[in-house]
C-alpha cells in the first residue's frame, strides 16, 4: 500500500519559517506529480504548491498567490519525496497541510497524507 507520511509543523510566529516533508512508501511507480494543500476548517481544500514531471519530461512547479515567492516546493523524485520549504509564515497560512502524489498511468491515481498542523501567531 502507498503511504505518505508528511512532518514538520508546529507552532510559529509571524516572520518565522518551517520546513515540511512528505516522505512516501509502497508505491512501485515513480510519482508523476507530488504537491501540498492546506485547509482551515470550514474553508474549502486550498492547492499550495504541485510539481508536476517525471524523468521524461521537464518538471514544473504552480503556486497559489498568496505564498508565491515566500514558499519553495522541492521533490526528490528517486525517493518519491516532496518538501515545502516556507519562508515569512503569515497567521494566514494556518491550516492543516496535506501532502500529495498523483500516478498518470496506467491509470490516473491520487494519495493523500494524514495531514501536519501549521499554526503562525501574530
Known amino acids: 500500500q502507498v503511504q505518505l507520511e508528511e512532518s514538520g509543523g508546529g507552532l510559529v510566529q509571524a516572520g518565522e519559517s518551517l520546513r515540511l516533508s512528505c516522505i512516501s512508501s509502497g508505491s512501485k511507480l515513480r510519482f508523476d506529480a507530488m504537491g501540498w494543500y492546506r485547509q482551515t476548517p470550514g474553508k474549502q481544500r486550498e492547492l499550495v504548491a504541485f510539481?508536476?514531471?517525471?524523468?521524461?519530461?521537464?518538471?514544473?512547479?504552480n503556486y497559489t498567490d498568496s505564498v508565491r515567492g515566500r514558499f519553495t516546493i522541492s521533490r526528490d523524485n528517486i525517493k518519491n519525496s516532496v518538501y515545502l520549504q516556507m519562508n515569512s509564515l503569515k497567521p494566514e497560512d494556518t491550516g492543516v497541510y496535506y501532502c500529495s502524489a498523483e500516478q498518470y498511468r496506467p491509470f490516473r491515481t491520487v494519495y493523500w497524507g494524514q495531514g501536519t498542523q501549521v499554526t503562525v501567531s501574530s
Open positions: 510539481s508536476r514531471g517525471s524523468t521524461n519530461h521537464r518538471v514544473s512547479t
